[in-house]
């Protein structure tokens, strides 16, 4: 609504202040008296083409804009005979004068502001499309980096290296090597003294 207001605004200043203070000079007992049909049929006819026929060529067609002119003129009715006949009828030649202005306006810059549009369209296009190859590169770069970290954190078994098993050593060995050193050097000392033992045929 807001956007609607801001496009009509400023063709709106100019019609009512066309519609409603133009006629005033042409009232009656003023010099300009014998000069009203001017007025109404050429000055506020004239603004009512050429302001929707710019409208149109910066906007697009709006038959809504084309309403403006019709209204504006109600104002005017009001110390300009009231809803007489004449008014009336110039009420509708308004409104066909702001549909021919519509499509006046169209079919001189009709084609430069649909290639306007057209370029515009185009340009927000590669833009949306530059925005979709960004994020879909970052999509790819996060994905690519979750991966690896997952790939850190877990322990594959068939990528370890397989370590051959260490032989025991004689510290883990419950063998009492001392006892066994100690027989055999009491042994040894048995046969000195009394000759090496002879065991029964």
Do not use: C
């Given at each position: 609504m807001n956007g609607l207001i801001k496009k009509y605004l400023?063709?709106?200043?100019?019609i009512f202040a066309v519609f409603i203070l133009v006629p005033l000079l042409f009232m009656k007992g003023s010099l300009l008296e014998k000069f009203s049909p001017v007025a109404f049929y050429f000055i506020l006819l004239t603004t009512a083409v050429i302001t929707s026929a710019v409208y149109c060529a910066?906007?697009?067609i709006d038959f809504l804009?084309?309403?403006?002119?019709?209204?504006a003129f109600l104002f005017t009715m009001?110390?300009?005979?009231?809803?007489?006949?004449?008014?009336?009828?110039l009420l509708f030649v308004y409104l066909v004068a702001g549909i021919f202005g519509q499509f006046l306006g169209d079919l001189a810059f009709g084609d430069e502001r649909r290639k306007k549009e057209k370029q515009e369209r185009a340009e927000q296009e590669k833009l949306m499309?530059?925005?979709k190859r960004r994020d879909e590169r970052e999509r790819r770069r996060m994905e690519s980096e979750s991966r690896e970290n997952t790939v850190?954190?877990?322990?594959?078994?068939?990528d370890e290296e397989i370590q051959a098993p260490s032989r025991p050593s004689i510290d883990d060995d419950d063998f009492d090597y001392d006892k066994y050193l100690a027989d055999i050097d009491r042994i040894l000392e048995d046969d000195?003294?009394?000759?090496p033992l002879r065991s029964d045929d």
């Open positions: 400023p063709y709106a200043i100019v910066k906007n697009g804009f084309t309403l403006m002119a019709p209204i009001i110390y300009s005979g009231g809803f007489r006949p004449t008014n009336l009828i499309l530059r925005a850190a954190e877990r322990h594959d078994p068939d000195t003294k009394y000759g």
